[in-house]
């Protein structure tokens, strides 16, 4: 039994990678390993097991590198782009941009240019389904309907990563819904990025400095 919960488990990570960080699933053994090496590397990235983490992911570098395709390279670096701003981390994805003359991806361009604030109206329908809404509420300023449509997201890391995007613009209530949310699933890297958020835009010194306990506690 053990061992068939840990198999479901891996198979469920694969999905939520796969469809929220640009991820597909694999065609031929490299491939696979690729991914499975990633799916590994962002099970670690969002508990905050960093040396596992960096570990897993050279792996799944190691294995996108045995072919001349570039497109699971740039799939992977596009996923770290993604995670690192998900949690906050300044990142421009710039191991993707070197090797961007090799690639003829609109799906991938158009998730690059999200990511770096560059999206334009025209690219919506290259996006992953998933931030389709998102976007374009988010081009229209709208950033309500544009939260509303994070939380129809089915892919928890498609949600972060939406709202990291417009993280200036989400109210406390939202940034509540994301620490729950990310509590549930023990993702410690999301739950210290939204307290951070919180505590700067919280009022009441009370309430500031129980988040800011929160927050010693949870780095310890």
Do not use: H
Not at 62 to 84: D, H, M, P
Request: hydrophobic fraction near 40%; proline fraction near 1%.
């Amino acid at each position: 039994m053990k061992i068939k919960s840990i198999r479901i488990f891996t198979i469920l990570l694969s999905i939520i990678l796969f469809q929220g960080c640009s991820l597909k699933s694999p065609k031929n053994q490299w491939e696979y390993n690729s991914s499975n090496a990633f799916t590994s590397y962002t099970k670690y990235f969002l508990i905050n097991e960093n040396e596992l983490a960096n570990s897993d992911l050279q792996r799944a570098i190691k294995y996108a590198k045995q072919s001349a395709n570039l497109e699971q390279l740039a799939r992977i670096y596009l996923g770290v782009c993604a995670l690192n701003i998900s949690v906050g981390i300044e990142d421009k994805c710039s191991s993707y941009t070197k090797i961007r003359e090799f690639l003829n991806k609109k799906e991938l361009e158009s998730y690059f240019l999200m990511l770096v604030k560059k999206e334009e109206i025209e690219q919506i329908t290259y996006l992953p389904k998933q931030y389709q809404s998102f976007v374009k509420y988010k081009l229209e300023k709208r950033f309500d309907l544009a939260f509303n449509a994070i939380k129809e997201m089915q892919e928890i890391t498609s949600q972060f990563v939406a709202a990291s995007l417009i993280k200036e613009k989400v109210s406390k209530s939202d940034m509540n819904y994301l620490i729950k949310k990310a509590s549930f699933n023990g993702y410690k890297n999301f739950v210290l990025f939204w307290l951070k958020n919180l505590y700067k835009i919280e009022n009441d010194l009370e309430k500031k400095k129980k988040i800011l306990k929160k927050i010693i506690i949870l780095k310890d």
